[in-house]
């Protein structure tokens, strides 16, 4: 009982109210939306799934990395957080042979050059939940806005990873902290595939308001 108290009050914890809303009014908002450099890069993001060989240099993933180390973290619980990045050809091929044994076609990496994995250690309790993969999540999602802004390729990998998660030597080969267990991952890449601002659908996902 004590226990599930804690929990509540550390989930509460989570959730911080933020401030009085935007005072943007409708036309505003369109004026920035269409206008600012934050929107314009996320017009541009796309999932990139063909890589032309060229090698990602250190100088290139270190500002990815500098993305990740600038997300948030529920609870500030950055240290629950191991984020692995793969170059080795060797341990690619192997993270794609395991998602081709579950998926029954290979190429889950796309050939890329360089597999970013987000790997998390429960922040309450023995299991992952909602904060632990948000946390990944949203650590890929802004190095995937990065990659962008540095003209590389980059795709978000759920399937690979949960397969992944189904052969646990490959995952012991990985070398993670003890408690971390892998969520999920960025491919990244130089790409000759090009970034225009894409024409996207801007009520392709329902919204409600209770006013
Ligand atoms: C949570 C999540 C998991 C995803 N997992 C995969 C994946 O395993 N493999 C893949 O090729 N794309 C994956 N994607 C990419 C989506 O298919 C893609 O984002 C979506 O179709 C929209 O296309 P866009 O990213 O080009 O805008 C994933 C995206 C998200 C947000």
Redesign the pocket.
């Known amino acids: 009982m004590l226990k599930k108290k804690m929990i509540a009050a550390a989930l509460a914890a989570l959730f911080v109210v933020a401030g009085a809303g935007s005072a943007l009014a409708a036309e505003d908002t369109e004026t920035a939306a269409s206008e600012s450099a934050f929107f314009e890069l996320l017009e541009k993001?796309?999932?990139?799934?063909e890589y032309n060989g060229q090698e990602v240099t250190d100088a290139e993933i270190a500002a990815i990395l500098k993305a990740a180390q600038l997300s948030p973290s529920a609870m500030g619980r950055y240290a629950n957080t191991h984020i692995t990045v793969i170059k080795d050809a060797a341990t690619l091929a192997k993270i794609d042979e395991s998602a081709a044994k579950t998926f029954k076609r290979s190429g889950?990496l796309?050939g890329a050059p360089v597999f970013i994995l987000i790997s998390q250690k429960p922040i309450m309790g023995d299991e992952l939940a909602n904060a632990d993969y948000s946390n990944a999540?949203i650590a890929?999602?802004d190095m995937?806005l990065a990659a962008t802004d540095l003209g590389l390729g980059s795709?978000?990998?759920?399937?690979?990873?949960?397969a992944l998660n189904q052969d646990s030597d490959l995952v012991a080969s990985l070398g993670l902290p003890e408690g971390f267990s892998p969520c999920?991952g960025l491919?990244v890449g130089h790409t000759d595939i090009s970034f225009e601002k894409?024409d996207?659908d801007l009520a392709r996902i329902g919204v409600s308001y209770i006013k």
């Open positions: 993001r796309k999932s990139v799934r889950a796309y999540a890929v999602h995937a795709c978000y990998i759920w399937g690979a990873v949960a999920c491919t894409r996207i």
